[in-house]
Nanobody, 122 residues
Framework: QVQLVESGGGLVQAGGSLRLSCAASGRTLSSYAMGWFRQAPGKEREFVAAITWSGGSTYYSDSVKGRFTISRDNAKITVYLQMNSLKPEDTAVYYC???????????????WGQGTQVTVSS
């Protein structure tokens, strides 16, 4: 049984920062690519960022590139999303995801977390 548990969401003013964490348990997800998606009210879930199992490669959506940074700690089997220069349009529920390859985690992840709310006020 794989579990992905997100934390770190909250309310922040525009221009502020938040760091999301996703702790994984249940199997050897240290060998999995991991990523983040988000879903705003009335919109479809969209890809945000992903990182390979080694942490050597990362990939971002154009909307967050240069503002968000994904990283991971395989000893803790935890992935992070550092979000800087937040904008009101970043408001969404953020979901952690895992897949055995980057192409999987960026499109159809095998595992999902329950989500954490991020609200950016103007």
């Amino acid at each position: 049984q794989v579990q992905l548990v997100e934390s770190g969401g909250g309310l922040v003013q525009a221009g502020g920062s938040l760091r999301l964490s996703c702790a994984a348990s249940g199997r050897t997800l240290s060998s999995y690519a991991m990523g983040w998606f988000r879903q705003a009210p009335g919109k479809e879930r969209e890809f945000v960022a992903a990182i390979t199992w080694s942490g050597g490669s990362t990939y971002y959506s154009d909307s967050v590139k240069g503002r968000f940074t994904i990283s991971r700690d395989n000893a803790k089997i935890t992935v992070y999303l550092q979000m800087n220069s937040l904008k009101p349009e970043d408001t969404a529920v953020y979901y952690c995801a895992a897949g055995d390859r980057m192409v999987i985690v960026t499109t159809t992840p095998e595992y999902w977390g329950q989500g954490t709310q991020v609200t950016v006020s103007s």
